[in-house]
């Protein structure tokens, strides 16, 4: 069994899904509204939420030319500098313990993606209870080890990794101490289509690496999410804001209160159908037997009467005999008179 527990929250195929709200940097540079993201992912059901743990200098450079600067057209970042992007996006370290102490109080998980040691050691002073792993830093190695070394729950988004390298980045968090790993099936484009989602890989990751597994979801709306949940997803994370309209350097691509109150309650929803391989009746199905078809009298007959299908039919409800005897009754005779909507029996037949 992989499953485990972050905080008092089970993770596992056992348990719902895990949901997690990513709030990126959709506060806007305002910790009031940081904490308005805070409390509407709780009032939607979310059981975590989660920040990133940066400053623009551990990020980058201070640098607006060459690779340094977005030229991509496509990006939603074009037209910046890596440096100015991050400052603009980062939630400032002296935030994050409110935040976590208002999702602490509202029932919620709260816990970081750190991109350098600083931010593990940082982050530890807050004693959070797991550690995310963005994709862009699933192959640094060094900073995979030093999560581990905390021994707290691990997750890994996948985006872009080749097996080889999940497999290199795996070992690693294991060999440095990591016990509870969940790796999620990411697509790094911003925002990810459906048709490059590719969710058959997320049980073909549980298999690889015995683990937990899971999706990073930049997909817009619910269904991605929700067909990797049928598929053993057990933790989903989505971005999240108050109002996309209010822009946001993630906000494009980011659900609203409402739609991530579906997610959770979606997502739950496929959880629980997934049940077990199972035939036959089931207790909720018992009292819906009485309307399948059976062998009824559809005409009053006198004893000794030759059934025909002028006088016996396959029709609802199900009291009657089985529709596959009606070959073995039509042609014999009745051992009494029986009145029309009588549910045929074998002692009514000679």
């Known amino acids: 069994m992989t499953s485990f527990k972050i905080g008092q929250r089970s993770i596992g195929v056992g348990s719902a899904p895990f949901v997690i709200a990513e709030m990126s940097g959709n506060h806007n540079q305002s910790l009031e509204v940081a904490l308005q993201i805070v409390e509407a992912a709780a009032k939607a059901g979310a059981h975590a939420l989660k920040l990133q743990t940066y400053t623009a200098d551990t990020m980058t450079l201070d640098l607006d030319h060459g690779e340094f600067f977005i030229k991509d057209p496509e990006s939603l970042w074009a037209g910046t500098s890596l440096y100015s992007l991050y400052e603009k996006a980062h939630t400032p370290w002296e935030w994050h313990a409110p935040i976590f102490a208002r999702a602490k109080a509202l029932g919620m998980l709260g816990f970081s993606t750190p991109f350098d040691e600083s931010a593990v050691d940082f982050l530890e002073s807050l004693d959070v209870p797991a550690y995310k792993i963005a994709s862009f830093e699933n192959t640094d190695l060094p900073l995979i080890r030093r999560v581990a070394a905390t021994g707290k729950p691990m ?65 817009m709306g619910v269904g991605v999410s929700v067909a990797a949940v049928a598929l053993g997803a057990t933790v989903i994370e989505k971005h999240f804001t108050l109002d996309r309209s209010a822009g946001g350097v ?68 199900g009291l009657g005999l089985a529709p596959k005897h009606g070959e073995a009754v039509i042609g014999r005779r009745a051992r009494k008179p029986l009145k029309r909507g009588t549910p045929l029996g074998w002692s009514m037949v000679e």
């Open 155 to 219: 997750i890994i988004s996948t985006g872009m990794a080749s097996v080889a390298e999940l497999d290199e980045s795996v070992r690693a968090a294991r060999a440095a101490g990591c016990k509870d790993l969940v790796l999620l099936k990411c697509t790094s484009t911003y925002p990810a289509s459906p048709v490059n989602s590719h969710l058959r890989t997320i049980p073909h990751l549980r298999e690889l690496f015995g683990c937990e597994v899971g999706l990073s979801d930049h997909s």
């Open 250 to 317: 993630d906000s494009s691509f980011s659900l609203e209160p409402a739609e991530l109150a579906s997610l959770v309650i979606e997502t739950e929803r496929a959880w629980q159908a997934l049940g077990q391989v199972h035939y036959g009746v089931t207790e909720a199905e018992r009292k819906s037997l009485v309307y399948r078809r059976s062998l009824y009298v559809t005409k009053d007959m006198a004893a000794g009467e030759l059934f025909s299908a002028e006088n016996v039919r396959a029709i609802r409800p």
